[in-house]
C-alpha cells in the first residue's frame, strides 16, 4: 500500500496553511505491520526536511536522535520503518506562522483519521505536541466521543493513560524540528515517553 494513494485532501479549503507545502506519506508499506504511529504537527516549509526526503532530512535527524536518547540504537527512519513505526503529521500543509487555527486542525483531522484507519493493528498512537493532541481530540468528538487528552499543560498530563479506539495515547512534546535540539527539558520528557511507548510493541 502507498499511502498517498489512498487519503489526500481535495479541495484544499484551509487558509491559513502553505498548500504548497502539502504532503502526505509516499512511502509504500504492509499497513498490517505497523503497531505505532507518531503524529507530529504540520508538514515542513522544504519538502526535503520531510521524514521520508531523501538523505538526512531535518524531521529524520531529530527523530532519529529522539530514539536514540530513548534508549534505540537506530539511524534512519528506515530503522524505525522496520520496527513497525510510521510517522505522519496532523496537518498535511505547512505552518505559515508559529500556530494552527483549531479550524484548520479540525479540516485536517478528517484526512488524519482516514489515514489511521489504514493501519489496522496499531497499539500505539504517539501524539507530539499540542497540534496532535487537538487533532486527535477532533476525531474522538467528531465520532461521537469525548476528548482523548484532556487539556493542561503537556508536562501535567503525559504520564497519565490515555485509550482511543483501543489503542494506547501517548501525549508528548514535538520531536520533529529544529526546536528539538534546543529545549533540552522537553527532550529529555520526548525520550521517556517513547520509551513508555516503546514497551508496548517490543
Do not use: W
Not at 142 to 164: H, L
Amino acid at each position: 500500500m502507498r499511502v498517498n494513494d489512498c487519503v489526500k485532501c481535495v479541495n484544499f479549503p484551509c487558509g491559513d496553511v502553505k498548500h504548497e507545502c502539502y504532503l502526505v506519506p509516499d512511502i509504500h508499506l504492509r499497513p498490517e505491520l505497523v503497531l505505532m504511529i507518531v503524529i507530529s504537527e504540520a508538514a515542513p516549509a522544504c519538502a526535503s526536511d520531510y521524514y521520508y526526503a531523501q538523505g538526512n532530512p531535518l524531521f529524520q535527524q531529530t527523530t532519529v536522535q529522539a530514539f536514540k536518547d530513548a534508549g534505540k540504537e537506530v539511524s534512519s527512519i528506515q530503522d524505525l520503518i522496520d520496527m513497525s513505526i510510521y510517522f505522519t503529521t496532523a496537518v498535511k500543509c505547512g505552518k505559515t506562522g508559529y500556530g494552527v487555527k483549531a479550524s484548520t486542525v479540525e479540516e485536517c483531522s478528517i484526512i488524519l483519521e482516514k489515514e489511521l484507519a489504514l493501519f489496522p493493528n496499531t497499539k500505539v498512537l504517539m501524539l507530539m505536541g499540542d497540534v496532535a493532541i487537538k487533532a486527535i481530540n477532533s476525531i474522538a468528538k467528531r465520532n461521537g466521543g469525548s476528548r482523548v487528552i484532556p487539556s493542561g499543560a503537556t508536562y501535567k498530563i503525559r504520564k497519565q493513560q490515555y485509550m482511543f479506539q483501543d489503542k494506547r495515547v501517548f501525549p508528548s512534546y514535538l520531536q520533529a524540528g529544529p526546536s528539538f535540539f534546543i529545549e533540552k527539558s522537553k527532550r529529555r520528557m520526548i525520550a521517556e515517553d517513547i520509551a513508555s511507548a516503546l514497551t508496548l510493541i517490543c
